[in-house]
């Protein structure tokens, strides 16, 4: 039978599945996936205590939904660093990074025609969850390729040590779970 993790974020209170990630580490999975209230209330709250920005930068694939109801309700484009090169994609930057839920290292991608728009520009990044920090790590460096600015860093959720990060703008710590 599956354990589950309480969590109260933005008014609202959710079940998170509390699923494994190594023989020593679980996590509690906080997914916004078809979860509209939730996406939507968490964009609401960040969005009223991130600072002015021109953009709003994001990883694919789970801190899309809270990337673009942000940048809706901020009136900001957003960009996604994707995981892969599109066909569409031009003059790409890339950088590698090493994600606590991912098993291997893996290599973020900006489209060069986005990357010009951030040029000069202020960029918020955001993401669902920070853990270990290594996807804002990536973004950051994908802005100053892009000799763009960061604004600030924002997520809905600080996992483990990232809560005591001060460069970070958070809705609500998320423990880690040691197995012994």
């Known amino acids: 039978m599956a354990e589950y993790y309480t969590l109260q ?8 599945k ?7 580490l679980e996590i509690a999975a906080f997914i916004l996936f078809s979860d509209v209230e939730l996406t939507e209330a968490c ?19 789970k801190g899309i ?9 901020m009136h900001v484009p957003y960009i996604v660093a994707r995981k892969s090169v599109k066909g569409y994609m031009t003059d790409v930057l890339s950088v590698q990074v090493k994600s606590i839920t991912t098993a291997s290292m893996q290599t973020l991608y900006l489209d060069g025609e986005k990357a010009a728009w951030m040029r000069g520009k202020r960029v918020l990044l ?10 804002l790590r ?5 802005v ?21 990060r001060t460069d970070l703008i958070y809705l609500e710590p998320l423990p880690l779970f040691v197995k012994d």
């Not at 974020?9 to 998170?16: F, N, S, V």
């Not at 960061?150 to 040590?161: I, S, T």
């Open 18 to 24: 509390i699923c494994p990630i190594s023989d020593t």
């Open 144 to 164: 100053e390729r892009a000799c763009g600015m960061v604004a600030g860093n924002a997520a809905a959720l600080a996992e483990g040590d990232a809560a005591s």
């Open 43 to 61: 964009a609401c709250a960040l969005a009223a205590r991130a600072p002015a920005c021109d953009f709003i930068l994001t990883v694919e694939s």
């Open 65 to 73: 939904p809270l990337a673009y109801e942000m940048a809706r309700q």
């Open 138 to 142: 990536a973004m950051q460096q994908l």
């Open 126 to 135: 955001v993401d669902d969850v920070v853990s270990t920090g290594e996807s």
């Open 9 to 16: 974020i933005a008014g609202l209170t959710r079940k998170l």
